[in-house]
């Protein structure tokens, strides 16, 4: 029983560049599990360009994100969870993050554009991790590359190696429907009334006289010479391959008007990875294990400023969680137990009793977690892979209101646990310095720290290029002791206490490494 519920489990993100058309594609999916009813159910969780300071949107946005955070669903006695990753660049952490839950991607690209710049940065983080990844070209109805054309350009830009299961006949105005090499056989879609779901015609044969009749000799021939090329020139799926990383099988289709959607969830299910096993600093964590472990790897604020508790998203790696049952933190050393802990079903959420392996749970914290932590049946466990990343913008934050130091501190100290931020103190005075990936988060900030704190920041600007996680083999040596005199003003410690080089400049980073070269510089926190 507890094998075949981890058997049936399917944790996923999406992802893509904004626009490529993730909503649109989840929203299928859901359609097809049959958890919503109609198109529009889903919404779109983006922060509209332009919308930099526009509060009530953050907001909403906040909102919506807590909603679709988790969609699961039953398809085909498979449990589905799909994990949200926000589409705006300034929330790339976050994504980052959520790909530490997920056990396998879809990566959608829009067959117009091709392979965009944060397709290229989150695939980036997916194949150094080996996460299992299948590509979806979409919007085959509109006129777009040639396909392949894209294939080459998914193999060179993204560094995969690519193996179509799907083939497109024909594209934009002409396109008429999908060769499904997955399963070897034809989809066509009838013109008349393309968004409806049972609208298309199957054929098991390229010899069936009705497809020639369908689609015309010449779509059908340029069909088999295609179809000939790629068996020559792909290597054939192997699902190995694809579970190790090293292959990435690509569908094409147009989520909006569900054309290759199906072919895509069925193939999906099929091989997409069951929850794998998952490194922790002290063993390997297996998902059948009896003993419960699971992390932390998103925190959301409650929308409600009267009510300053969270909910905190937990992976489960091994073993089940259940309701009322106390759990070990392992980072405060205390038991904590849970008695309404939420499941979340397509935009639902439930208080469930049991969970299993590659399920999140959402858990009601009033301030005790941050991302990373682990809780478990007693035993402890770190688990690796939730770095954090050099933020790209830096500033001192001060306190406005000398009265409200102590609402400041505590905002500041929370928002950071939630991942919203990295904070930075300075080792000469101690001053604080707010980094993030994007400017947007300042606004946030400043926002939600008066409005859920009381308490009132400003900013400073600060020349900051890199923030530079410092590693040495001997902190006493005359090297080290040297750096840190030498680079005083520009060394300061995150969080957790680790010492960091903030480098002004990529030409002074260089230089530092060069006159320290016993000394190493890392971009991220875990190394
Ligand atoms: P995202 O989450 O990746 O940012 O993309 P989203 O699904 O919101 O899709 C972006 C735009 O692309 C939407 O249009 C959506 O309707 C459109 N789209 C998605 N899939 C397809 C497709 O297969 N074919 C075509 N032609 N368009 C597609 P929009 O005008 O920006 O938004 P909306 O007003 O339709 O919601």
Redesign the pocket.
Known sequence: MFLEEIAKRRTFGII??????????TEKLLLFGGAIQEAGAVK?N?IKKGATSDFMEIERQRGISVATSVLAFLYKDKKINILDTP?HKDFAEDTFRTLTAVDSVIV?IDVAKGVEEQTEKLVEVCRMRNIPMIVFI?????EGKDSFDLLDEVESKLGLRVTPLSHPIGMGYDFKGIYNIWNKNTKLFLEEDKQTKDNTVFFNSLEDPELERLIGNDSLQTLKDELELIAGVYPPFSQEEYLAGNQQPVFF?????NFGVQELLDCFIDIAPAPLEKEAEERMIQPDEKSFSGFIFKIHANMDPNHRDRLAFIKIVSGTFKRNIPYLHVRNNKKVKFSSPNAFFAERKEIIDISYPGDIVGLHDTGNFKIGDSLTSGEQIHFKGIPSFSPEHFRYINNVDPMKAKQLNKGINQLMDEGVAQLFTLSLNNRKIIGTVGALQFEVIKYRLEHEYGAKCSYENLNVFKACWVKTTDDKNDEFLDFKRVKQKFLAKDKQGQIVFLADSSFSLQMTQQKYPSITFHMTSEF
């Not at 893509?16 to 594609?25: F, I, Q, Y």
């Not at 979409?138 to 509109?142: A, I, P, T, V």
């Open positions: 893509s560049h904004p626009d490529a058309g993730k909503t649109t594609l779109s983006k589409g959608v979409n919007k085959l109805d509109r289709g147009s989520a909006l008007n």
